[in-house]
Nanobody, 127 residues
């Protein structure tokens, strides 16, 4: 089992930055990939990006590519989502999720491929 807790959300002006953290416990860090997702009010949950267990491979949705960066510190069992040049359309609840089955695979994976989810953290970008 993996328990995930997101933190770092908040209110920021357009063009600003935030760094979200996803702290994991319950399983060795080198046994799962992590995906970030977001869900805006009235919209479906959306894939943001993914990082493999080693941190070597990352993949991003087109809407955030070149603005967001995912990294991980396996010694701290923590994955980060650095968000730069934020836009009002980035406003959403952000979730991290752990994939313990295909932890070595990069690229896009749908949310049904993830086994454990955090509770989410709110990010609000004002114009």
């Amino acid at each position: 089992q993996v328990q995930l807790i997101e933190s770092g959300g908040g209110l920021v002006q357009a063009g600003g930055s935030l760094r979200l953290s996803c702290a994991a416990s319950g399983r060795a860090a080198n046994n799962y990939a992590v995906g970030w997702f977001r869900q805006a009010p009235g919209k479906e949950r959306e894939f943001v990006g993914r990082i493999t267990w080693s941190g070597v491979s990352t993949f991003y949705a087109a809407s955030v590519k070149d603005r967001f960066t995912i990294s991980r510190d396996n010694f701290k069992n923590t994955v980060y989502l650095q968000m730069n040049n934020l836009k009002p359309e980035d406003t959403a609840v952000y979730y991290c999720a752990a994939d313990v089955r295909a932890y070595y695979r990069g690229g896009y994976r749908p949310d049904s491929d993830y086994d454990y989810w955090g509770q989410g953290t709110q990010v609000t970008v004002s114009s």
